[in-house]
């Protein structure tokens, strides 16, 4: 009688086909009669278990030892994603390059470039083993200038934060958030797909906020009505009050009612420095972080009744950022800036 010596690989390149739903019942059953005669379990005793007859048995050893799993299941439906080694740079390199969406997707494209057929769950593995993740894309600001923002960075942000560091000044990122009522939605765990209530009215609650980088402190001015320059000055005044003769410094975008001659004046007369980005940096202030981790804690997959109980969960939770919520700040608001590549020129 024929004695099949598997190696380990070979152990595992049967294992990942077994674990294939995508494999037909055929050859399943080929696989198993394999891996039983391996195990030592009689020809008999293998034909009785998948009910097949016991020359059946010897043909599938045979096609094994003769062409190892390729002979026993057709290239059309599967091929071990060890097979796929050899070009696995090249498939790195399109897959760096040529992001995709779906397995699928995936497994279309690995059969372009080496003629090997996988399956999906295959090719979730082969991803997941090269450190890909499933993962949300990003938005990148379409006319950001990411050597602007490198520049920005370097010789005026860092060198103002690591004197915040030491105590000798204070920097505020600040920027408004306008929330309108409605569903915010987003993904949870649970046992059938779950729909969320939206209120009815498109009401907007607009909170102006400024995150400070050192103790973390978080001083806002919140209104139902506009954000326009006068906004900006009630902050401006209220961050004066708060820290009387400290140096401070106020970094924010170059939106028209913060970038204009009665903010500039107010903040002269006061001694605060403002500091603005480069324009389309987002990335660079850290209070965009602090209205994703509002939305996620008290909006989103929430339903409020009315507009009071919409506005009164934000101003809720702003509150407790500076008290027993104020570790979120803690852990957010850190110099770990997102910053883009440089494109060739």
């Known amino acids: 009688m024929i004695k099949l010596e598997l190696t380990d690989s070979d152990r595992d390149d049967i294992a990942e086909a077994l674990d294939d739903p995508d494999l037909h019942a055929r050859f399943h059953r080929r696989l198993l009669a394999i891996r039983m005669h391996d195990l030592g379990v009689p020809h008999s005793t293998i034909a009785a278990i998948l009910n097949i007859s016991n020359d059946s048995v010897t043909n599938y050893v045979k096609?094994?030892?003769?062409?190892s799993i390729q002979n026993l299941i057709e290239d059309r439906y599967y091929r071990p994603a060890s097979s796929v080694q050899p070009h696995m740079e090249r498939i790195i390199e399109y897959?760096?390059?040529?992001?995709?969406s779906t397995c699928g997707e995936a497994a279309a494209r690995i059969e372009e470039l080496t003629q090997i057929k996988l399956s999906d769950s295959q090719v979730g593995r082969i991803m997941r083993g090269l450190g890909m993740r499933y993962q949300k894309s990003?938005?990148?600001p379409g006319k950001c200038d990411p050597q602007a923002q490198f520049a920005?960075?370097?010789?005026?942000?860092r060198p103002r934060l690591e004197e915040a560091k030491k105590g000798e000044r204070r920097v505020f990122f600040i920027d408004a958030a306008h929330f309108v009522m409605g569903a915010f939605l987003g993904m949870i765990w649970a046992f059938t797909r779950v729909f969320v209530r939206t209120g009815s009215g498109r009401q907007r609650y607009n909170v102006l906020g400024a995150v400070e980088t050192r103790d973390h402190?978080?001083?806002s001015v919140r209104t139902t009505g506009s954000v326009n320059a006068e906004t900006i000055c009630e902050l401006i005044g209220k961050i004066d009050k708060a820290y009387p003769e400290e140096t401070i410094t106020l970094v924010m975008d170059n939106a028209r009612y913060q970038r204009n001659r009665k903010v500039a004046e107010l903040a002269?007369?006061?001694?605060?420095?403002?500091?603005y980005l480069p324009t389309y940096s987002p990335n660079l202030n850290l209070?965009?972080?602090?209205?994703?981790l509002v939305k996620t804690k008290c909006l989103r997959n929430r339903y409020h009744e009315?507009?009071?109980?919409?506005?009164?969960?934000?101003?809720?939770?702003i509150d407790s950022l500076s008290g027993k919520n104020r570790h979120y700040l803690k852990t957010l608001v850190t110099e770990n800036f997102q910053m883009f590549e440089i494109p060739n020129s």
């Open 63 to 67: 096609l094994y030892r003769d062409g």
């Open 95 to 100: 897959f760096t390059a040529n992001p995709v």
């Open 138 to 140: 990003a938005a990148m």
């Open 152 to 157: 920005f960075l370097d010789d005026e942000l």
């Open 217 to 219: 402190d978080f001083v």
């Open 268 to 275: 002269e007369s006061v001694d605060i420095e403002l500091l």
């Open 287 to 292: 209070i965009e972080r602090v209205w994703r």
């Open 306 to 317: 009315n507009f009071g109980l919409f506005s009164g969960a934000i101003d809720e939770f």
